[in-house]
């Protein structure tokens, strides 16, 4: 595989490692990694749980955009650094619409941005339904950074077979 090489957006902050691997910065149409050579086949938009909430409830618009720029990928994946149980399940507001801290996460949802769980759900498959995307829920950072490498190398080696 001397000519895999994996792409990290110019704009990403905080970026995955891939140990071994190489990986160069380059300016992406759209996402955070893809591939040398695949840059408009495949993308891979990354998002904190914070990111996540934010895009999807007043940062809506520009996500809306990000997603219409996904729409002629064949291969489009939004990886949130969150379980999806815990984005749903483990809300609980405090007195004043406070957020308390549950666990590991913040539970921001109904408390900063006025959105049910049910209605971040619903936003979840009407996004996976009209735009064609795959969403992956981590359990943290580093099995979002695995989950990454290991699509990014399933379809490097599939579409180097002629297989996809």
Known sequence: MND?????????QDEYKFKSILT??????TGDYSLRGFENDITIERKSLGDFISS???GRDRFKSELARMKDYKYKFIIVESCLDDMLQHIEINKGHKAKKVGHIKPACKSYINMHPNAIFQTIISIMLRYSVIFFFARDKKQAEEFTYSVLKKFYTLKRNNEI
């Open 4 to 12: 895999f090489i994996i792409i990290i957006d110019t704009r990403e």
């Open 24 to 29: 160069v910065r380059d300016k992406l149409n």
């Open 56 to 58: 999807i409830s007043h």
